[in-house]
């Protein structure tokens, strides 16, 4: 069992920044990929960024390229999102998740997330 927990979330005007930061406990063995996702109130689910398990490997959502992070501190087993120049569209409750998939398609699809955090809020107003 692995357990995920995001903190980090808040509230931030416009153009302003977070970082998400997702800990991980328990046995990572066979844990290929992190992702982070995102939903909206009545939106479905989307992917916005994962990361390999050695973190040399990372893919983005196209509309978060260039403004998110995501970096891994295995010391520490912890995955962060930097979010910076957020938007007001990129409100929703943030999920990271762990799984034994391939990195292809990481973004894309939430397939082989096995372990999921609690979420955390990301609120973007001014």
């Known amino acids: 069992q692995l357990q995920l927990v995001e903190s980090g979330g808040g509230l931030v005007q416009p153009g302003g920044s977070l970082r998400l930061s997702c800990a991980t406990s328990g046995d990572t063995s066979g844990v290929n990929v992190i992702g982070w996702f995102r939903q909206a109130p009545g939106k479905e689910r989307e992917g916005v960024s994962c990361?390999?398990?050695?973190?040399?490997?990372?893919n983005y959502a196209d509309s978060v390229k260039d403004r998110f992070t995501i970096t891994r501190d295995n010391a520490k087993n912890t995955v962060y999102l930097q979010m910076d120049s957020l938007k007001p569209e990129d409100p929703a409750i943030y999920y990271c998740?762990?799984?034994?998939?391939?990195?292809?398609?990481?973004?894309?699809?939430?397939?082989?997330?096995?372990?999921w955090g609690q979420g955390n809020q990301v609120t973007v107003s001014s």
């Open positions: 990361i390999s398990s050695g973190g040399g490997t990372t």
């Open positions: 998740a762990a799984g034994p998939r391939r990195f292809r398609g990481c973004v894309s699809s939430d397939g082989g997330y096995v372990y």
